[in-house]
């Protein structure tokens, strides 16, 4: 007789922060749909973002980047300050630069775009649960043409790049 062992896998817990009431509903009906992950809250703001952190402890935050009281920006920060191993991942409409290069200098590991297909901001999320850097290809193409314009403009201490970490770069914005 063989004895079946029922093993289920970890599921990924994530907590959405977004003030669109419709797509935040969306989010968590797409989210407890999947296999692979669980809603542990989703809320319309970021004013108890510390506390709402504290008391779902997510493996993975989806972050509107504009949301009323706090901004998503601000929120990144003052959670990675409590939480630093909690993944964050940016989701906006925006595509300004100056926005996705805050939001990733306060502690956020992805940004992707609200039109970004379903099956693509589950993969994204499991990217960066797993440690990756999951980017919208229009997003990626702005970071590597902001830092390329950049580089030459910086100082060695401006980014702490060591030598090799910035011919690392170069390369990469080189293609």
Do not use: W
């Amino acid at each position: 007789n063989k004895k079946i062992i029922n093993v289920q896998m970890k599921k990924i817990r994530v907590v959405i922060f977004e003030d669109n009431r419709n797509l935040r509903e969306s989010l968590f009906k797409l989210l407890e749909t999947s296999e692979q992950f669980t809603c542990a809250g989703a809320f319309a703001h970021c004013e108890r973002a510390v506390e709402n952190i504290e008391d779902t402890q997510p493996d993975v935050i989806l972050m509107d980047i504009e949301l009323p009281i706090v901004s998503g920006i601000e929120a990144v920060r003052l959670i990675r300050e409590r939480f630093p191993d909690v993944k964050i991942l940016m989701e906006t409409i925006f595509e300004e630069d100056d926005k996705i290069f805050q939001s990733i200098c306060n502690g956020a590991q992805g940004y992707i775009l609200k039109s970004t297909p379903p099956q693509e901001i589950l993969d994204a999320i499991k990217e960066i649960y797993e440690g990756g850097a999951p980017m919208s290809p229009i997003i990626a193409s702005k970071m590597l043409r902001m830092f390329k314009s950049n580089l030459g403009n910086q100082t060695d201490s401006s980014f702490n790049l060591s030598s090799r970490e910035k011919e690392i770069l170069k390369c990469l914005v080189e293609g």
